[in-house]
Structures are given as C-alpha cells and as structure tokens.
T-cell receptor
Framework: GAVVSQHPSRVICKSGTSVKIECRSL??????MFWYRQFPKKSLMLMAT?????????EQGVEKDKFLINHASLTLSTLTVTSAHPEDSSFYIC???????????FGAGTRLSVL | EDQVTQSPEALRLQEGESSSLNCSYT??????LFWYRQDPGKGPEFLFT???AGEEKEKERLKATLTKKESFLHITAPKPEDSATYLC?????????????FGPGTRLSVLP
C-alpha cells in the first residue's frame, strides 16, 4: 500500500514556540492532504484540507493563523503550530489522498506536548 | 446533516469468538466508504474501501460489506492481535463540495 511519512513522531516544546510537522507521500503524488487532530479515545477531527499550490481550507473553529499549512509540492505538506500553548497539546495526524483510488493514507502521527 | 455512527462503542471478545462491527451513515452523495484500523498512538491503517451496495471485501479474518445505509466489518475467529480501534469513514459530496466524515470508532479487545 501507499506510504505516508510524518515527522517528527513526538515533540516537546515550551509555551510560545512554534512547531513544524512534515507530511510526505513517499510513493505517490498527493494533490490533496488532510490534517487531523485526535484527542484521547476520540475519533479524528478534521482541521484542514490542503491542496497543492493553493491555500488550505480550514474547518470551522480552526484558527488559520495558529495552524499554518503549506502544501508546496505534490508530495509534501507542512503544519506549523505557531506560538504553541499547553491547550495545543494533542495528537496530530496527516493523510494524503491517492487520487487514482480516492483513498486516504495516514501518517503515523505526531504527539505534541507543550509545557 | 451528514452523519456517521458506529456501534458498539467498545467490544470485548474471547479469542475465536466471531462478531460484527457496524457503521451507519446518513449522507447524501456517497462516493465511498472506508474502514481503517488504528492502534494506540499510531495513525489509522487502511483496510478496505467499498463503493456500492452489495459490495464485499475480505482480508484475512476481516470481511467488510456495504448496504445503502450501513456497513459491517465481520471479524471471524479473532486473535488478540486484532485488538485495535476500527474506524469507518465516508467520502461524500454535499453542498460544500467533497468531504470525508469519520465515525467515532469501535474499540475492540480480543482476550486470549
């Protein structure tokens, strides 16, 4: 199956710093990538949809200036959590959509802990 | 309103005890239904995609089926390594364009 690589897998940072998470599709081109947030024992909450070469579409309630998304190429999307605060601590997961089969493949997730 | 529900919320089985997980949806413009497995602290792993009512897919001890209103994930003679959260998601068209909607998941525990 298709492989999506997400880095880092875990990051601990101080309050007020910015954190960048990378999501790469390794063996297919992804015109669309998705960013999710997941709370303990809860399902995935879609944060934004990212299309290559255009601005991301954010879900209602997600701050665009807090969660910056860049999708500069067909294989890479990044999520930057700006001025992170403890309430931003969560599990962030990206996915890349293989257009030919319309399937989302997920990265392994990033555990963000803001102290 | 487009909605995806899953039942049961949690399920405990003895090794070898077959059962089924349910995913019900009320959506317009269904394009496809997906099943994923998620282990704690990991991203979801793709299992199946189903596109039309009556379609079935199988993989090892798992079999997914689809009707016009729901999908079932049948687990035959499960093993402890099948313990995970199983998520279903629907890909749909609505007034806002394309969208993927995930269900809340079923946490499966298979006891040896």
């Amino acid at each position: 199956g298709a492989v999506v690589s997400q880095h880092p897998s875990r990051v601990i940072c101080k309050s007020g710093t910015s954190v960048k998470i990378e999501c790469r599709s390794l063996d297919f081109q992804a015109t669309t990538m998705f960013w999710y947030r997941q709370f303990p024992k809860k399902s995935l909450m879609l944060m934004a949809t990212s299309n290559e070469g255009s601005k991301a579409t954010y879900e209602q309630g997600v701050e665009k200036d807090k969660f910056l998304i860049n999708h500069a190429s067909l294989t890479l999307s990044t999520l930057t959590v700006t001025s992170a605060h403890p309430e931003d601590s969560s599990f962030y997961i990206c996915s890349a959509r293989e257009a030919r089969r319309d399937i989302q493949y997920f990265g392994a997730g990033t555990r963000l802990s803001v102290l | 309103e487009d909605q995806v529900t899953q039942s049961p919320e949690a399920l405990r089985l003895q090794e070898g005890e077959s059962s089924s997980l349910n995913c019900s949806y009320t959506v317009s413009g269904l394009r496809g239904l997906f099943w994923y497995r998620q282990d704690p602290g990991k991203g979801p792993e793709f299992l199946f995609t189903l596109y039309s009512a009556g379609e079935e897919k199988e993989k090892e001890r798992l079999k997914a089926t689809l009707t016009k209103k729901e999908s079932f994930l049948h687990i035959t003679a499960p093993k402890p390594e099948d313990s995970a959260t199983y998520l279903c998601a629907v890909h749909l068209f609505n007034n806002y364009g394309q969208n993927f909607v995930f269900g809340p998941g079923t946490r499966l525990s298979v006891l040896p």
